[in-house]
């Protein structure tokens, strides 16, 4: 009992030390593969991206990506409709799927014996997907439905799109993964026949698997699956760039019958530096030293002192394309907007010249620590490092993320603020319940 009690010990803590290490490889088609390893796992996750979102729609149906996310679980004539879900039922996994800006990801979690059942599902879908009229027509009423769910039905459903048109006036970032009912309605198979013969390809393809196997163990079953499915010649991604704003910044402002409180959310331009880790840390600590939790000095004095807000939050997004860093407050309706900005601006400032508040920034480091820490103990963590890593995060930086994060210092962090504050907010969105808008002139004309 001592000498198991002792192995479990050291193995513990040898986890806790241990880097962690991608296995990469490239199949002859221009599939790329990635393996998590982590012997102590007992299931399988399997994630396949394809390079292709939203951004990257036909303009006149944007959401397409999304659609075709949904076509890919209606079967082929190995997996017919319904199939895939009876399987993975009997072998205790689960599937699912999310399409963004920039990407399209499916994934699997299986008991780790299983990994080959999701590996032939993913190879023969990617080749051999039914695209029919009889399974198209009722999803592209799911899908409608699911706008009206995630969108239609949310109080600030309006105020949302229309902030989120405001931040990209150009750049197809400005119209949300889903797109809006005339794109949705757009929709047919052909298209989506073009779309997926055109993006679904190996050579646009990555295949992640974090479990207790090695790259030796799971390659040659990856070469069996997909190892014949021919490559394409890949067409350019095209964009629209987004025009600077010259300091402008736009005010939106609803007042909704179904909200309880008062919404801000103020909103800059950032870079995307996900392809640059320690800028990137540097950024994802900003957040997380500003208002990372409620023991941060903005919550303190917003929130406990002040009662200036009910809560503060902010929040950095990033693509493959410049996004946005935004400061979210909720004030209840008897508190002030103007205060609470005010305050928000004047505290921002004051950090500008003087500095972060260091105790703020240390714990807000060791907390990311203590995260990374455990990275081993579960499979959470390598899905997060996963995901970032399939979002251009650089794979030769993973192993050095410990030491990266560390590195970071409060300079660096302030520096990240003063990149965020560079220039003017782009959007002010402010959301107020039923009587409590300011009043302005207009409403005055229109006699409310």
Partial sequence: MKYILTLLVSLFFSCLHAKIVPQTARLSNGLKVIVFQNPLLPSVSILTKYDIGTADDPSSMVGLSHMLEHMM??????????????????CGGTCNAHTS??????????????????LDIEADRMENLNITEEEFRPEQKVVMEERQMRLGNHPFR?????????????????????GYEAHIKAYTVEALRTHYEKWYVPNNATIVVIGPYDLAYVLPKIENKFGNIRSKELPEHTRISEPDRDGLTTTIEQENPRAENIYISISYRVPTLITKPESYLAMRMLD???AGANSRFLYNKMVKEKRLALSVSCNYAYGKDDMEFTFSLVLSPSMNVEAAEKFLFEQLAIFLKKG????????????????FAFALDGEAFLLAIANIVLNNFPLDAVSKYEDIL???????????????LAKP???IARNYPKGKMPQRNYQKVLGH
């Avoid at 309006?158 to 889903?178: D, K, M, N, W």
Wanted: with cysteine.
């Fill in 425 to 427: 907010p782009l959007v």
């Fill in 73 to 90: 679980f209606k079967g082929s004539s190995k997996y017919p409709v319904g199939s895939i879900d009876t399987i993975l039922n009997s």
């Fill in 101 to 118: 800006f920039d990407n399209t990801v499916y994934t699997f979690d299986l008991p780790a014996e299983h990994l080959e059942v999701a």
């Fill in 356 to 371: 972060l508040v260091e105790s703020n920034f240390n714990h807000a480091k060791q907390e990311r620590l203590n995260i």
């Fill in 288 to 290: 997380g030293t500003l």
């Fill in 406 to 420: 560390r590195s970071v210092t409060t300079q660096q962090v302030q520096e990240m603020l003063r990149l965020v």
């Fill in 158 to 178: 309006t105020s949302a799109e229309v902030c989120q048109r405001a931040l990209y006036a150009a750049h197809p970032y400005g119209i949300f993964p889903i």
